[in-house]
C-alpha cells in the first residue's frame, strides 16, 4: 500500500503539497501575493560558509619537504529569512523592484 503525505493548515483543511498548504495559511493571514524575492520560499541565501581545505593537487613537487597549500572551498550558504517578506513567502501588497538609472559613460553618437 502507497502512503501519501498530507499536509494540514492551521485550520485543519489537508493539502497534498507543503506549497499549497503554504499559500492556503498566507491567505487566511490576509497576504495574498507571492513574494518576488524569494518565490514563496521564504528564505535568501546569506553569507558563504567557506572552509579552508588542504589541496592536494596544487603541493609544489609533491616531495617530502613541501608545504601543503590551503585553498578556502565554499561549502554552503547560511539561510536566513527573507528580508522582503519577513520569512513569510507571501505579502499583503504587491512588491515592484525598485530600479534607478545611472550614467555610466558618454558613447559617440553614429550619425
Do not use: N
Not at 9 to 27: G, M, R, V
Not at 36 to 57: L, N
Not at 69 to 75: G, P
Not at 97 to 109: E, L, N, S
Amino acid at each position: 500500500m502507497r502512503e501519501q503525505t498530507v499536509f494540514l493548515a492551521h485550520d485543519d483543511t489537508p493539502f497534498s503539497t507543503a506549497f499549497e498548504c503554504k499559500q492556503h495559511e498566507a491567505k487566511l493571514a490576509g497576504k495574498t501575493y507571492i513574494c518576488p524575492a524569494c518565490e514563496g520560499k521564504a528564505t535568501e541565501h546569506g553569507d558563504d560558509i567557506v572552509e579552508s581545505r588542504e589541496d592536494e593537487d596544487a603541493t609544489a613537487w609533491g616531495g617530502q619537504f613541501a608545504s601543503p597549500v590551503y585553498r578556502d572551498v565554499v561549502v554552503g550558504h547560511k539561510v536566513v529569512p527573507c528580508s522582503v517578506c519577513d520569512g513569510y513567502g507571501w505579502t499583503d501588497h504587491q512588491k515592484i523592484p525598485v530600479t534607478k538609472q545611472v550614467r555610466t559613460g558618454w558613447a559617440d553618437v553614429q550619425s
